[in-house]
């Protein structure tokens, strides 16, 4: 099985920051690889898909990078509706596995 | 507009079984693959299950964790999926969430484009 490490699990930044969150994979998934971001009580919410592909209704803050086995998921100026926990998630093969997932909150 | 909407949870006895639902409108269910994606309390999200579409023939992927003891199934005509728990551990506690997985044309690649609100299964005596 394919395992997803993020980094850092954890993570306190400002409004207006710079915000980068890293996930690799123990084996190489091309772009098969998307990001959900999740708050309190909610079902996940899909950011980006193919690594890179910013899905519709997003704001343009939100940017992924990396292929192979290591992906960046950066926003580039935290606003207060980003404080959430990100996942990513690859499906590249069964079974989709997700990362650990990193909590972004209000320094 | 695209509604999700799972059923079913509750409080169950460990070795026990549960069947959850998740009646979808809003788009053609029929075209669709749908999974089921939990999260127990306070943890991270945690892939179930897949069922495909009827061009390919309903098949089904599991994980590792469930493989066995959970059974997906879905009715086309209802706008409907289903998710039969068997032989229900601690560790199946969780809320259970349905999801439908759109497929990127160009890639083949697939991703959980819309949610249900999650149904909380609980397994305790």
């Known amino acids: 099985d394919i395992q997803l490490t993020q980094s850092p699990s954890f993570l306190s930044a400002s409004v207006g920051d710079r915000v980068t969150v890293t996930c690799r994979a123990s084996q190489g998934i091309s772009s098969y690889l998307s990001w959900y971001q999740q708050k309190p009580g909610k079902a996940p919410k899909l950011l980006i898909y193919?690594?890179?592909t910013l899905q519709s209704g997003v704001p343009s803050r939100f940017s992924g990078s990396g292929s192979g086995t290591e992906f960046t998921l950066t926003i580039s100026s935290l606003q207060p509706e980003d404080f959430a926990t990100y996942y990513c998630q690859h499906v590249n093969s069964y079974p989709l596995t997700f990362g650990g997932g990193t909590k972004v909150e209000i320094k | 507009e695209v509604q999700l909407v799972e059923s079913g949870g509750g409080l169950v006895q460990p070795g026990g079984s549960l069947r959850l639902s998740c009646e979808v409108s809003g788009f053609t269910f029929s075209d669709h693959y749908m999974d089921w994606v939990r999260q127990a309390p306070g943890k991270g999200l945690e892939w179930v299950g897949r069922i495909r579409n009827k061009v390919n023939s309903h098949t089904t992927e599991y994980a590792a964790s469930v493989k066995g003891r959970f059974t997906i199934s879905r009715d086309d005509s209802k706008n409907s999926l289903y998710l039969q728990m068997n032989c229900l551990k601690t560790e199946d506690t969780a809320v259970y969430y349905c999801?439908?997985?759109?497929?990127?044309?160009?890639?083949?690649?697939?991703?959980?484009?819309?949610w249900g609100q999650g149904t909380l299964v609980t397994v305790s005596s």
């Open positions: 193919t690594a890179s």
């Open positions: 999801a439908r997985a759109l497929i990127d044309r160009i890639t083949g690649s697939t991703m959980f484009d819309y």
